[in-house]
């Protein structure tokens, strides 16, 4: 993470003191370096204040002394960045398309030939190719800029409210590959209910994800079933983690919230979806020409940077879809180089593997001699002990919660429950605290969701959800831009939410003020 956080900004002419990281680990969790953040965009003479918005976290009280770039390494800097983004969007493309090659290429069936040093010279490889190809922080910067400079010019030109109606606008556009999952859900439901054989399964009283091919083989619902895991598959819960199996290979919990749906009547088609996010769209466009006026000017500033960040928001989402068409590939193979371990004795399951630091994984392809399955039993232990552990969203003094054991930060708890939207809409409904895969199967249509973190993988939930409240994220989030496409109203940053609110307990959202309102029954 390091290189790939601190070494772009480094090229543009930044000053990042030696040793200091981007990135810490705190009970395994890694934290980001938010105050280095404030001094980069210091350097290159943005407005820092942006940064909790679209990061989340604590706005940081105290920064160092930073001296920005001078006018020369600014334009620098600025053609830089300019060279970076035409090479993310000239290169992203085809990058997308290698690496989805790399998950068929890889596929687990179709690596059980390899030997140890194959497998362990292919993931070399592909690891070096990543390296090369690299896009993510010019796409990321793209976006920022694009929120920054909506965020600097829209509150003077609209009025309080232009978060709002800006997303609003982003609604439905059709390019955000990763809310794609949520219409072809949809279209899998009305599916369901169409064909009797499998709405009688998914009715049946003892209902039971276990053996549901045999149970609806030859059914027009099983092959659109399937050709959504050939396409989505890949994505998870907790993606980033090479450790966190697949949908495509438990797609139990997909399959319990298409059978929520079909239980409870569901009759959202895509088309009325889709016709719903359109209209919403072009209303928020309609009211932000209405109040440019004869200013057409504005309009024009504006439309220029709506396409703009549009245009990098969705290749954001193309990015990390297909990067997790690289990380299968790369778990593919870890997979089954663990298998070859517990082969000749060194692992005693495959996914001990994941246990490895990548040095280690090097000596022990190398054959030297250590005791690779007890080591591999105290990092599995010292995961279940750092699971069990509640840690602070926010660490403002590193070595004090290391020494002290911190166990949460500044942030108040109770009083007024406020966020950052980050969609546009107001929601109401029961609360549903869901903070992993085993919950999916309690969610209800029109249920508001109360999370850890807006998760990419979560996307499937969207489509039943009402709302959506997270304790942490922020505008530049995946999950963010995935609400706002989708047009899920949304209210992130929340602190301690998912502590203070209580199961089925009724509440409201609204995203024009950020409040969440406590409802009584």
């Excluded at 600014?74 to 989805?100: D, H, I, Y």
């Amino acid at each position: 993470m390091d290189a790939y956080i601190v070494t772009p900004y480094r090229r543009l002419g930044c000053t990042v003191p030696e040793g200091l990281s981007s990135v810490r680990v705190f009970h395994g969790r890694p934290y980001l370096n938010v105050t280095l953040f404030y001094t980069l965009v210091m350097q290159l003479r943005g407005n820092p204040a942006f940064l909790t918005e679209q990061m989340g976290g604590e706005p940081v009280i105290f920064t160092p002394s930073v001296r920005p770039l001078g006018a020369l390494a600014l334009v620098r800097a600025g053609v830089g960045m300019m060279r970076e983004w035409r090479k993310a969007a000239k290169q992203g493309p085809k990058n997308f398309s290698a690496m989805k090659a790399m998950a068929e290429r890889y596929h687990y069936d179709c690596i059980q030939h390899l030997s140890v040093m194959e497998l362990a010279a292919t993931l070399d490889s592909i690891g070096r190719w990543l390296d090369d190809h690299e896009v993510t922080f010019a796409i990321a910067g793209g976006v920022a800029q694009s929120l920054q400079a909506m965020g600097t010019m829209l509150p003077g030109w609209l009025g309080s409210d232009w978060r709002e109606l800006l997303n609003g606008a982003l609604q439905g556009q059709g390019t955000v590959i990763s809310a794609s999952p949520i219409v072809r859900l949809a279209e899998l439901v009305v599916a369901a209910q169409q064909e009797a054989t499998v709405r009688r399964w998914f009715c049946s009283e003892e209902w039971t994800a276990r053996g549901y091919r045999d149970a609806i083989q030859g059914t027009e619902f099983l092959r659109l079933f399937d050709q959504y895991l050939a396409e989505y598959g890949h994505r998870a819960v907790g993606e980033s983690d090479i450790m966190s199996p697949r949908i495509a290979d438990q797609p139990d919990g997909v399959l319990a919230l298409l059978q929520a749906q079909v239980r409870g009547g569901v009759t959202t088609t895509p088309q009325e979806m889709l016709s719903r996010q359109t209209q919403r769209r072009e209303q928020a466009l309609s009211e932000i020409a209405r109040r440019f006026g004869w200013r057409r000017h504005r309009w024009l500033v504006f439309r220029w940077w709506y396409r703009r960040l549009s245009r990098f928001c969705a290749l954001r989402e193309a990015n990390r879809h297909h990067l997790m068409y690289y990380s299968t590939a790369a778990r593919h193979l870890l997979l089954r180089l663990g298998e070859r371990m517990v082969e000749c004795g060194s692992l005693a399951v495959r996914d001990d593997v994941f246990y490895l630091t990548l040095d280690e994984r090097i000596a022990l392809i190398d054959g030297a001699s250590r005791d690779w399955q007890s080591l591999v039993r105290r990092r599995r232990e010292e995961r279940l002990q750092h699971e069990a552990l509640q840690v602070p969203d926010t660490i403002r003094d590193w070595e004090a919660v290391v020494e002290q054991g911190a166990q949460s930060s500044d942030q108040g708890q109770g009083g007024v429950l406020r966020g950052i939207a980050i969609s546009a809409g107001v929601a109401k409904g029961p609360v549903r605290l869901v903070r992993s895969t085993a919950d999916w199967p309690r969610v209800r249509a029109g249920d508001i969701l109360v999370v850890p973190v807006i998760d990419p993988g979560m996307a499937p939930l969207f489509g039943m959800a009402a709302g959506l409240i997270a304790e942490m994220g922020g505008t530049l989030s995946h999950g963010a831009i995935i609400a706002r496409e989708y047009g899920l109203p949304v209210l992130v940053n929340v602190p301690y939410v998912t502590s203070l609110l209580r199961e089925n307990e009724q509440v409201e959202l609204a995203s024009s003020t950020g409040l969440i309102s406590r409802l009584v029954s």
